[in-house]
């Protein structure tokens, strides 16, 4: 029952330290290289798994611990976690969780069983993994450049050496794990370390959430293939070599729990910088930082606050204690009023981009509805084209109808003047058709049918023409209309039936009602109006 | 090692493709002087080997691709290697429409454009050459793209230059010829002027992917 409950606990503690952690791991590879995804998770658990297997046992960074003390380290890191991710979410978790556990120690008068020497290799860690990474990438950068190869044949190398190790990685990953909770505890808790290293590898394997996560990294990890093994093999290297007693001590350090997001980023600023660009603006760096910083001081103090009171009372170091409460009055209220404003902040962010898209949208309605209204204005407009173009048919018809009866009549007139015999009664007969016929040629419905047509299509004009000037008589209109379409004064003068000094005259007259001065021409006045 | 095998395969197809717009260009340049001196047997036979050439091309570039998607892994740069390759094909493709336009609309070219249109002709095939090393550079060693693609840029200006040498004088200098002459003259301007277009895209996508390729 109590391994159960150490394998649980510790698989809680687990998933929650490598969360962030694994979708960085994968990330350097995933963003260049392709491979199948659906077969990564199980190799790379499964080489978590193998490597704290192997693990030797390393002097710990941490006393023994049990399910009560995997509950407040875990709850404390969650809480900082919590609190600090409003800063950055780029927080190193494994540090969270030791840094409770340091709390924890201090609260239960064990001392702080954190040593100098596995502080010094977090320390180093990151400045060793920057200056390997940039060497590595320089070498490759070199071999590559020196090499006669396709780029097709390099590539598929780096596909086949990013593939080892990354493998490599997960494998140095589980070694540091194993070898400090090896050192950390007797044979059973060995076994629930290992366990609870098969339970996160089964939680991880094929788990879509994490790809997610893996992928959102990839904007991040924006490298090429050369930077890609450059940060995971220094990683590696830096993991692996911290995991080691023996090689820790040749920087004077101890074997020690090492944050592979803490060494991954590293490498990735290091590979960035010798490219000569950034990975993160200068802001998101401090923030970054001062994130971490207070997620330790919170983990720290939480981890403290918490053992104290599942402890009974604060009946330990008292400087230590007053420290303690000095921070949990004054540090934790103005984080929890940081964290406040920060979430505030993000509100109001996220209510102003709400806002736009509101108004981004009610734009689109609007122009939406202005090219519906368009469209509708353009629909009348085919409309009424559609309604002249059918009454011109129609006119033409009724034309041709009109037409042929007048020359039917006039065949029919013509059939019985032959037939008359007296002189004076075919005169007069003659007559009339003569009358007939000039009265025809006046077109008078044709004309009328004409203006009408007209009048249509400048409908517009008509309307301002009779609001500026009401006194117009309907020729005067008339003539307005056809000098508008620069017609000629004879062509006018045949469609008004009249003849062309009439026109002038006419022309003459509506100078004067339009009330133009001489140096103004009639015409183009009137397209003015 | 069986992978390597299979990549080396690709890797001299895209060789071979190079290899294949190269040959295009000078058929067309061939193609294009037997038709400017009415050379018309041997500008049909540079039409047939065109037509060749083009399927050709199109086949191989189809080919790498298969090989890119199954036997590569590398999604972005793989990704870069097609649409250089596509560009490329694009040219030849080009090559083909123009020599074909040239058998199809038989432009009169009077006999004093026949230098200016050489000259463009040249113009333009040799900034499309010059992309042809600036893209097996890529490949080989991406330090010597940059001064490559230089001397596209160079050669797509002067074609620039020529093309509107050539229209002045077809508009402003030659009023024996009908416009509808005129206009069919600067058409075939265009579409020579456009070689050098397709290979200023492709010396830019090189641009691009030196970058891509060193970051």
Known sequence: MELAILIIAFAHVAIFVSRGGVATMIAPAASCYAAPRAMIFPSLTLAVVIGAMVAPQSGTTLSEINPKALFTAFTAALVAYGIARNISPHISRLYLVVAALIGRAAALGEGATIELRALIGWVAAPIIVFILATLIYRVICRVMRSSESHYLNLLQGSAIVISVATLLLFGAVGLNIGSQLKGMTTELWSAVAILGVIAVAVFYAGNKKLLRIASLREREFDVNPQSAIAIILSATAVIAFFSFDASAALVGAKATFISPTLVIFTALTACSWTQGRRVMSGEEQARMSVANIVALIIALVVGYLLSSLLQGGWNHNTDLRSLMLFVAIVAIPLLAIISLQNNMRMRRKSEQAREQAELLKENRRSLNRMEVEAMQAENENLRNQLELKRKEVMSVAMNITEQKEFIHQLYEKLKQIRKVEDAAEKDRMLDKLHTDLSLRMNFTSEIDSFYTQVEQLHKDFGVRLTEKFPDLTRQERRLVILLRLDFSTKYIATLMNISPKSVEISRHRLRAKLGLKREQNLTNFIKTI | ?215
């Open chain 2, 1 to 215: 090692m069986l992978f390597f095998k299979r990549i080396d395969k690709t890797n001299q197809q895209v060789e071979a493709f190079f290899d294949t717009v190269d040959q295009a260009l000078l058929v067309f340049k061939q193609g294009v002087k037997n038709y400017l001196y009415s050379e018309m047997e041997a500008f049909n036979d540079n039409l047939a080997t065109m037509t060749k050439l083009e399927s050709d091309a199109e086949l191989m570039r189809r080919e790498i691709e298969n090989g890119l998607y199954s036997r590569t892994s590398f999604v972005r740069m793989r990704g870069d290697v097609m649409r250089l390759l596509e560009r490329m094909g694009h040219i030849v493709d080009l090559l083909n429409d123009n020599l074909s336009q040239f058998e199809i609309e038989r432009p009169y070219i009077p006999s004093e454009l026949n230098a200016d249109m050489l000259k463009l002709t040249d113009l333009s095939t040799q900034a499309v050459e010059t992309t042809i090393p600036a893209a097996k550079a890529y490949f080989r060693s991406p330090e010597g793209i940059t001064e490559k693609i230089h001397r596209v840029y160079f050669y797509k200006r002067e074609a620039d230059k020529q093309a509107k040498l050539l229209k002045r004088k077809v508009f402003h200098e030659m009023d024996s010829l009908k416009l509808s002459e005129k206009f069919h003259l600067r058409y075939f301007a265009l579409h020579i002027e456009e070689l050098s277009r397709a290979s200023e895209k492709v010396a830019d996508q090189l641009s691009v992917m030196s970058v891509k390729r060193a970051y």
